[in-house]
């Protein structure tokens, strides 16, 4: 029953994968709190630097987000100066204690979709790199068109027009994509179309090579579980990643059409995620697009997903406390 519930769950996270739904109104600006980092660039790296000799000035657009937070994080904890763009411009609940966020500038700008260009022009400023966690979900076409369409090709001509070296996009992964419409009802039409025109928009706004598209499927991680948009908790979550990287299930995957196939592919957590956006800022990877879980872990060099057997070596302990 656990896992057929996973398995419905990553059905329905599959269509509505990004974590870090922001809405961003294009008002002026304002900031919250301000970073003050540390060196970490060579002078040969003067041109990405922010003004006070830290790490390159990075935007990250829907940085309060489920995912776009995690990605403030890893850009922070690598020494950039990071500066989140969101509708409120609150520091997220989950990360509010820790001492990274005091180093990132949190600024509230509300609704790209709507509002004067200037606003949105303001609210990047002008960083070495831009990393996009804007999306939508819903079953509205045009809403989802707005969301994941026109608000990220505003987002991207403004980061060109202000002369970004390097844009990072979240996307979704392309056999979620390919799902349409076969599998999925007409409004999705609105949510897939969206997102093709930010990736071109990214692309467009600093050339391919300058430009890199991350597309998970189903995201995981937090401590919690939800269902709009559907998630579950890192715990649980990289225990199915690690049960589905086995073999009888890569094969199934392999040759199910569809959805079916997308809910046998891993799951990739959201740390994941963070890291290979951060990792492309820096040029630590080199791809241009990174299409799914195998390949966005392996720009990262993270240790293979452990749930399962850590969940295993706790039944175990306890099973032998129990009967010692």
């Keep these: 029953l656990s896992m057929i519930l996973i398995l419905m769950l990553r059905c329905m996270n599959a269509l509505t994968m990004l974590g870090g739904v922001t809405s961003l109104r294009l008002t002026s600006p304002s900031t919250v709190a301000t970073r003050t980092g540390s060196p970490m660039m060579t002078d040969a790296d003067a041109a990405m630097r922010g003004g006070d000799g830290t790490g390159p000035k990075v935007t990250v657009l829907g940085g309060t987000g489920f995912t776009g937070s995690r990605v403030c994080r ?88 202000a002369g970004v070296s390097k844009y990072v996009y979240v996307s979704v992964a392309s056999e979620v994509a390919a799902c349409y419409p076969s ?4 409004f999705f039409g609105g949510y897939f ?52 990287n086995f073999a009888p299930f890569r094969a199934a995957a392999g040759i199910l059409p569809g959805l079916l196939k997308v809910a046998l592919r891993p799951p990739v957590s959201v740390d994941a995620v963070a890291s290979a956006c951060a990792a492309s800022v820096l040029g630590e990877a080199d791809a241009q697009v990174l299409d799914g879980t195998a390949a966005i872990n392996a720009a990262t060099g993270r240790p293979a ?14 099973l032998d406390a129990a009967r010692a």
């Design 74 to 161: 890893a850009l922070a904890n690598k020494g950039c100066a990071v500066t989140s763009v969101s509708r409120t411009g609150s520091v997220p609940e989950w990360c509010a204690s820790e001492s990274w966020t005091s180093s990132v500038e949190w600024r509230a700008a509300g609704d790209f979709t709507r509002g004067p260009r200037e606003g949105l022009a303001d609210a990047i400023g002008s960083p070495y790199a831009v990393v996009s966690c804007i999306g939508s979900i819903g079953f509205d076409v045009q809403g989802l068109l707005l969301g994941n369409g026109i608000a990220n090709v505003a987002a991207a001509a403004a980061a060109k027009k």
């Design 193 to 244: 179309e969206g997102k093709a025109q930010a990736e071109a928009a990214a692309i467009d706004a600093v050339g391919e090579g300058n430009a890199c598209i991350v597309k998970p499927s189903f995201i995981y991680g937090g401590e919690g579980f939800g269902l709009f948009p559907p998630r579950v908790s890192h715990a649980y979550g990289s225990a199915v990643e690690e049960l589905l």
């Design 305 to 318: 997903a452990s749930g399962l057997s850590d969940m295993g070596a706790k039944i175990k302990s306890k």
């Design 183 to 186: 599998w999925l009802p007409a």
